[in-house]
Nanobody, 120 residues
Framework: QLQASGGGLVQTGGCLRLSCAASGLTFSNYAMGWFRQAPGKVREFLAA????????VYAEFVKGRFTISRDNAKDTVYLQMNSLKPEDTALYYC???????????????WGQGTQVTVSS
């Protein structure tokens, strides 16, 4: 089970840190990813991190603004989001899978999503 939290309402230029706590799985064995979906749009990949934090992958449009990290001792993955823009408004999901890859189909487990709203 994955439980995402940390979303909320923030002004343009603000920041948020999302958290995703895992339970019921051997967390360090899984790559973790963050995705988002805005109303009327497809779910899009944001970032992923390998089980041991050795490698990370980012979507081009978040590089330099978003940072993914994890704490295997706490079974938690984070997404630090800076310089937020209104177009970042979406429901943000965490996911667990065998590879830190972009396609959502490679992830086996999904959290319920946490809403991020960026006001202009």
């Amino acid at each position: 089970q994955l439980q995402a939290s940390g979303g909320g309402l923030v002004q343009t230029g603000g920041c948020l840190r999302l958290s995703c706590a895992a339970s019921g799985l051997t967390f360090s064995n899984y790559a973790m990813g963050w995705f988002r979906q805005a109303p009327g749009k497809v779910r899009e990949f944001l970032a992923a991190i390998s089980g041991g934090s050795r490698t990370t992958v980012y979507a081009e449009f978040v590089k330099g603004r978003f940072t993914i990290s994890r704490d295997n001792a706490k079974d938690t993955v984070y997404l630090q989001m800076n310089s937020l823009k209104p177009e970042d408004t979406a429901l943000y999901y965490c996911a667990a899978g065998p590879y830190n890859s972009r396609p959502s189909g490679t992830y086996n487990y999904w959290g319920q999503g946490t809403q991020v709203t960026v006001s202009s």
